[in-house]
């Protein structure tokens, strides 16, 4: 049972190239996230998706888009890069039902480091 | 806006005594708290919840404390392990969706 897979695990960019952040996950869940985290700032929510077809902006999504064109796959793109992405980068899932109540426990992928110079 | 806070960067305990890991948060929407507990080049992995219903929940060496009227949660580990160094971030969500993470807390157990 993988959980959520990432890649790639580090990546370098030049300003103004363009990447995507691909997130995997086996567990059959409906809801997935994207979060950054820089040093001292905590995990803060880029994207998500409630389910396929289905996406929404998080707190921090200027420069980024994702798709959900399978329950399985929450790829991140990001179209020209600047230095202020410079980040590692976690998808993360949970399994609950849309529309219920409560709360679910995230499962994270490993993160993927990204450098933009 | 910084929904839920951990104000120490750090903190070292010796092995065998008391963690004790403090988050404040500012909305009182929140209903439900969860701690995460990361390893470098890892995941966050999930550690212990608790409901805004409780004011306390434990599991094995942690313990999770919830005081609502001071909009404060701690998480105690006894007795602290070197396998216990991490740094550790607490989150909380209403409910939906978002959860809202701290900008973690690093501890060092010293052998």
Redesign the interface.
């Known amino acids: 049972n993988a959980g ?1 897979t990432q890649t790639p695990k580090f990546r370098i960019l030049k300003i103004g190239q363009s990447m995507t952040l691909q997130c995997t996950q086996d567990m059959n869940h409906n ?1 997935m ?1 994207w ?1 950054r985290q820089d040093p ?6 880029i994207y ?1 998706s ?1 389910g396929a077809g289905i996406t929404d902006k ?1 707190e921090v999504p200027n420069g980024y888009n994702v798709s959900r064109s399978t329950t399985e796959d929450f790829p991140l793109r990001l179209e020209l890069a600047a230095p202020s992405q410079t980040s590692v980068y ?1 998808c ?1 899932s949970d399994g609950r039902v849309q529309g219920a ?3 679910n ?7 993927s480091r990204l450098t933009v110079l | 806006d910084q929904q ?1 806070k ?1 104000n120490s ?1 750090s903190l070292s305990v010796q092995e065998g005594r008391i963690s004790i890991l403090n988050c404040d948060y500012t909305n009182s929407m929140f ?2 708290f ?1 701690w ?1 507990k990361k390893y470098p ?6 550690l212990i ?1 608790i409901s805004s219903i409780k004011d306390k929940n434990e599991d094995g060496r942690f313990t999770v404390f919830l005081n609502k009227s001071a909009k404060h949660l701690s998480l105690h580990i006894v007795p602290s392990q070197p396998g216990d160094s991490a740094v550790y ?1 607490c ?1 909380a ?1 209403s ?1 939906t ?8 807390t690093r501890l060092k157990v010293l052998a």
Do not use: C, H, R, W
């Open positions: 959520v809801y996230y979060y001292g700032m905590g995990l803060k929510l998500y409630v998080g976690f993360a109540s409560g709360a426990v995230l499962t994270f992928g490993a993160g | 839920v951990q960067p209903d439900y969860l995460y080049a890892e995941g966050p992995t999930f919840s971030f989150a969500t409910g969706y978002k959860y809202i993470f701290g900008t973690g």
